[in-house]
C-alpha cells in the first residue's frame, strides 16, 4: 500500500478533443463547443467536458496500473476541483490505498486506487477512487 504510479506521457488536451468528445456524447451544453456561449460565463473560453477529463486519466492509468486488470468495478468520489481547457497539458498519477482477496473470485483480489489528475501548473484537477 502507498505505492505511487506516475502515469506518462502526459497529454495536451486540444480543442478538437473537447469539440469531438462533446459532440459524440451528444452533450449539448454549449460552453463546451459554442464560443460565444463561453464568452459569456466567467471563463470566457470554451470548457473541456468533463468526462473526457476523466475517460483520458484512465487511458492513461492503463499501462502501469490497470492492463493486467481483469475488469474495472467503478468509480468512487470524483471530484472534479479545477476546469480544464483546450491547451492545458494533463498527467496523472495514481496511489494504492488498499487490496484484498475477492469473495467471489478466489484467485483474483480487489484494489483500491486513489488516481489525481494534475494540469501543467501542477493544480490537482481531479481525484476518483478506483476499484480493481
Given at each position: ?6 502515469h506518462r506521457?502526459?497529454?495536451t488536451?486540444l480543442?478538437?478533443?473537447?469539440v469531438?468528445f ?5 452533450n449539448?451544453?454549449q460552453v463546451h463547443?459554442d ?6 460565463t466567467?471563463w470566457k473560453?470554451?470548457l473541456?467536458?468533463?468526462?473526457f477529463?476523466?475517460a483520458?486519466?484512465?487511458?492513461m492509468?492503463?499501462?502501469s496500473?490497470s492492463?493486467?486488470?481483469v ?5 468512487d ?8 481547457f ?9 496511489t494504492?490505498?488498499s487490496?484484498r482477496e475477492s ?8 484494489v483500491t ?13 481531479l481525484a476518483?477512487k478506483?476499484?480493481?
Open positions: 500500500m502507498g505505492d505511487v504510479f506516475e506521457p502526459g497529454r488536451v480543442d478538437v478533443d473537447n469531438w462533446t459532440l459524440l456524447t451528444l449539448p451544453q463547443f464560443q460565444h456561449y463561453a464568452d459569456k466567467e473560453k470554451l473541456v467536458d468533463s468526462t477529463t476523466l483520458l486519466v484512465t487511458g492509468s492503463v499501462n496500473i492492463g493486467k486488470v475488469a474495472n468495478l467503478g468509480w468520489k470524483v471530484r472534479l476541483t479545477n476546469p480544464v483546450a491547451g492545458d497539458m494533463i498527467y496523472a498519477e495514481s494504492i490505498l487490496k469473495k467471489s473470485r478466489t484467485i483474483q483480489g480487489i486506487v486513489l488516481t489525481r489528475e494534475l494540469i501543467k501548473t501542477i493544480k490537482k484537477l476518483s478506483e476499484l480493481y
